[in-house]
């Protein structure tokens, strides 16, 4: 008995012990309470929450094909998502409308109308249009012309095929004043005639826009050097002239609150999986928020994990890269106004593959994404194992490269902790400089903050040489990923793997790894799992993960997106 | 099916669950251990005869949870032996799994604080060690899995290459003589090989979270060949470039033989640091299993919910690896343990197995 007694801890271990589990709870508590917090305004959330989605349906998400509308067919015009007011048809009395038109939104300053007599109708009729958002030319000549001289009511009013009689690319009937005006400062030519109780809007708008250019983010050696635009018709087309077909589809969608902008979903109707794109479609039609800025909106407001450091979906200015993306059975998402499309569901291979791999011949591809790989690696743990190998484990490393860098660490005041953060955030702090700065300063900084500070801090004797080649090479490497986002996560993460190795040594470091692995494994991107052929392992997928198998080998499609039709060559 | 509801894992899944959790401190350990209950060098013929037994045993408990698709021991001893003396046997078994957890973490923080971190206090080892192994496992089994697929090939690898590199020292005048004092210390070792196989009771409730249970008894008896392949190779090599003398008086006869040469030219001279990287991951999973496998069964068993359970588990495991004094202690505990997994192999798989066929019987004759 006394000899159990004897084997029952000391108080103070008792102690560690409630202090172990005391803290496990509060950080368990505190997780669960921020991701509830980050999640309650998220567009995911559990189902059957009704107050979510009763919201959204009275956001008015419409939701059109874009091919929907055939030839001939009159195309009724969809109002922008959200009424602002009570719908507010026209009167049918010419004065009055204009009247109530010019109330409204006449005092802005860009906003221009023109009223004229229609010689043939002998009526009056105004023509609305918004500074530099027309082809002021055609404006002026053709459709003035057009509208004073020949229009005759039945052409304006032809009720089977408009489109024949009348020389507009588009003309659409808005009964519905607010729409009408929205639609006018949006860039569309709106028309009144006098007796007719709706207005017309006649012409897309035309607005400034940038030359189609080279991808900036992504810089590619061999491959198509298209990249999105600022416009959603334009990336549409970008994917549309990718190749002939008919199953690549693009389902629109309206979002934003106050200023309402286009969405467009691509997929591949006959690739992707109907369950994913349910998913999809569900988070999409359920975003909520007033403005849509940029696609990392999107991203924000409909990936799985807000508090996870990797990225769920993948951000892309390539249309090549989306294309192949939605060959795999992807799902890509575009705004308007923004040349960034998301890829989802993202799996962290995607983020160490670049399209020139399928472009080069094999094996050139597969090792330099192996180097990928291992850059991607030091980019995330060489400055740790710097400090545990240097700190802690010193009789690790071989005996003369110890005593070379213990030479060199001699004069640092400083332990190499902190050694590493004064370089590592000076390069940091270079980096943020470097993107802000405009072009033609940006080297000249580069070799001021590289090369003067790194080798007058050495001098200085502030840092070892050695942790100045270390640093570098992190550096180096975390360049070498070609996602720019998902080398920020590993940036990020790479501190955190400097205050585990700083605290347990090489212990630490492992713990790190280990943690990373199983948040990696937790984490999922709409239901795919984050490091997915690795694990669960799937076998068939390894032909394009460290490697790329030659093309004549890449039979199916990956198997982890579980599309509908696998095969892409027999 | 997208997106996966159930917790199920693959049957390579399952392999690899099992190999993990089996392959622990023992790789270390398990040498000396067997050596020097047996003196003489056949320590590898006892680790193939405990590796036979140890697979007719892994076969029963098998075929027993096939019997109860979906159940984990937990459950069904409660429907065989009923309530209470279920209920009872449960209990045994989760206190046998909290006594692995901490005695692997145990020897994992004696590892530590010998080659790696001197000098500093033993929680600080411990405790974030615990909770590191308290996140991956309240991700559920799924995630637990899915980690020791990342982790197993990288154990394999560095651990063969190990041992392809030892090969230098290996004499094979250090096995020999085969059978030099006949069979009887082959028996007496026998029991320290068992013990290197702790652990193999995970099948009890790993079968009832497999996919496909009908390819349980394929994925378990694969599941125990690799550490019966790799604790074969460990004790050949090690027995065989360090001989009998040197592995009976060493700690961690393994780590002695990798810190006994060095590779020139390469940029870790010792392969001791990559094998102690391993290790500790090896050790986190192995430690993961069982930490899941206590925390599963007390849930299952009090009908508690597995989170608040997970938590709980987290001081009393902490506890459970500070009980040994002295590294003395740690291997003693490690004996004990091995005496324990045999009287828990005749209590469960065995009498449940009895009572089951025997009730079964009964029912056919009476129904």
């Not at chain 2, 971190?117 to 991956?136: D, H, K, Q, R, S």
Request: glycine letters at 8%; aromatic letters at 10%; charged letters at 15%.
């Amino acid at each position: 008995m006394s000899s159990i007694l004897e084997y029952i801890p000391d108080w103070s271990v008792f102690g560690q012990a409630l202090a172990a589990l005391l803290i496990a709870i509060v950080v368990n508590r505190l997780y669960h309470k921020a991701d509830a917090f980050v999640r309650r305004g998220k567009a995911i959330g559990k189902s059957g929450k009704s107050g979510k989605s009763g919201k959204s349906d009275k956001a008015g998400h419409s939701r059109s094909v874009l091919a929907a509308s055939g030839p001939g067919a009159f195309p009724k015009f969809e109002p922008g998502a959200v009424p602002e007011s009570e719908p507010e048809p026209f009167s049918g009395d010419y004065e009055s409308d204009l009247q109530a038109i010019l109330d409204s939104i006449g005092r802005n300053s860009d906003f221009r109308f023109r009223t004229f007599p229609m010689a043939k109708l002998n009526r009056q009729a105004a023509l609305f249009w918004v500074d530099g958002m027309q082809n002021d030319r055609i404006l002026n000549l053709q459709l003035m012309q057009f509208l004073m001289f020949e229009a005759t009511i039945e052409a304006m009013e032809a009720p089977i095929s408009p489109g024949d009689v009348l020389p507009f690319e588009s003309l659409a009937r808005c009964p519905e004043r607010g729409g009408f005006k929205r639609c006018v400062l949006f860039g569309h030519a709106g028309l009144l005639i006098e007796g007719v109780p709706y207005g017309f809007l006649i012409q897309f708008p035309d607005a400034a826009g940038r030359a189609v250019a080279e991808p900036v983010s992504e810089a590619l050696l061999r491959g198509p050097r298209l990249g999105f635009s600022e416009v959603l018709s334009e990336n549409t087309s970008m994917l549309r002239r990718q190749g002939f077909g008919t199953s690549l589809e693009m389902i629109n969608y309206k979002v934003g609150t106050r200023l309402t902008k286009d969405l467009v979903l691509a997929y591949f109707k006959d690739i992707v999986n109907p369950d994913l794109l349910r998913d999809v479609e569900d988070r999409v039609s359920k975003l909520d928020f007033d403005f849509f800025g940029e696609s990392g909106y999107v991203e924000q407001l409909i990936e799985d994990n807000t508090l996870s450091p990797f990225q769920q979906a993948q951000n892309t200015e390539r249309p090549d890269r989306v294309i192949n993306a939605l060959l795999e059975g992807r799902i890509a998402i575009l705004l308007d106004g923004t040349p960034f499309a998301l890829i989802v569901p993202a799996t962290f291979s995607m983020l160490l593959q670049s399209p020139e791999d399928y472009y080069e011949r094999w094996l050139p591809s597969s090792l330099l994404r192996l180097l990928r790989f291992l850059a991607a690696f030091m980019a995330l743990m060489a400055p740790a194992l710097y400090i545990s190998l240097i700190s802690f484990h010193p009789g690790l490393i071989p005996t003369e490269l110890a005593i070379s860098i213990i030479e060199t660490r001699q004069g640092v005041p400083f332990p190499s902790l902190i050694e590493v953060l004064i370089l590592e955030v000076s390069i940091e702090i270079l980096r943020e400089a470097g993107i802000r700065l405009p072009k033609p300063v940006g080297p000249a900084m580069g070799i001021v903050g590289g090369l003067i500070i790194g080798d007058a801090a050495v001098q200085a004797g502030i840092v070892s040489p050695f942790l100045v080649i270390v640093v570098a090479v992190t550096a180096i490497s975390s360049f070498s990923i070609p996602t720019y986002s998902a080398g920020i996560t590993l940036r990020i993460l790479r501190f955190a793997g400097m205050l585990f190795a700083a605290i347990l040594g090489m212990f630490g470091t492992i713990l790190f790894f280990l943690l990373l692995c199983s948040h990696l494994t937790k984490l999922k991107s709409f239901g795919v799992p984050y490091v997915t052929p690795i694990s669960p392992f799937r076998i068939q997928d390894w032909k394009d993960l460290f490697i790329r198998a030659p093309l004549s080998l890449m039979k199916r499609r990956p198997a982890m997106l579980k599309p509908r039709d696998n095969t892409r060559r027999p | 099916m997208f997106v996966r509801t159930d917790d199920k894992i693959t049957s390579s899944q399952a392999v690899v669950f099992l190999t993990n959790t089996v392959l622990g401190a023992g790789i270390l350990t398990m040498p000396r251990g067997i050596t020097q209950a047996m003196k003489t060098p056949d320590s590898w013929l006892t680790i193939l005869v405990g590796g036979m037994v140890v697979m007719l045993v892994i076969l029963l408990m098998v075929k027993l949870g096939q019997q109860f698709p979906g159940k984990t021991v937990f459950q069904y001893s409660a429907i065989i032996a009923g309530r209470i003396p279920g209920g009872l046997l449960s209990l045994l078994l989760i206190g046998y799994f909290i006594s692995v957890a901490g005695f692997e973490i145990r020897s994992l923080a004696e590892v530590t604080l010998f080659f790696l971190l001197e000098g500093t206090p033993m929680w600080a080892i411990v405790i974030p060690f615990i909770w590191a192994g308290a996140y991956l496992v309240s991700g559920g089994i799924n995630s637990i899995a899915r980690v020791y697929q990342i982790v197993f090939p990288i154990t394999i690898f560095v651990l063969l290459l190990s041992f392809a590199v030892s090969f230098r020292l290996f004499d094979i005048d250090n096995l020999r003589p085969v059978l030099g004092s006949g069979l009887p210390p082959v028996m007496k070792g026998l029991k320290s090989s068992i013990l290197v196989y702790a652990g193999c009771e995970v099948v009890l409730t790993l079968v009832a979270f497999m996919q496909y249970p009908q390819q349980a008894v394929k994925a378990m008896l694969g599941g125990i060949a690799i550490p019966f392949g790799l604790y074969l190779l460990t004790v050949v090599f090690v027995v065989g470039g360090l001989s009998i003398d040197s592995v009976m008086t060493s700690a961690w006869p393994t780590i002695d033989l990798i810190r006994s040469f060095e590779v020139t030219g390469f940029f870790v001279e010792r392969l001791e640091f990559p094998l102690m990287v391993v290790w500790l991951m090896q050790m986190f999973c192995n430690f993961c299993s069982f930490f899941f496998q206590s925390s599963l069964g007390l849930s299952q068993v009090f009908k508690l919910p597995f989170p608040a359970v997970l938590l709980g588990m987290v001081p009393v495991i902490y506890l459970a690896a500070m009980v040994p004094k002295s590294l003395e202690d740690v291997f003693g505990l490690g004996d004990e343990i091995g005496k324990m997994s045999l009287v828990l192999f005749m209590l469960i798989p065995v009498m449940l197995s009895l009572v089951w066929l025997v009730r079964k019987k009964g029912r056919i004759a009476h129904g």
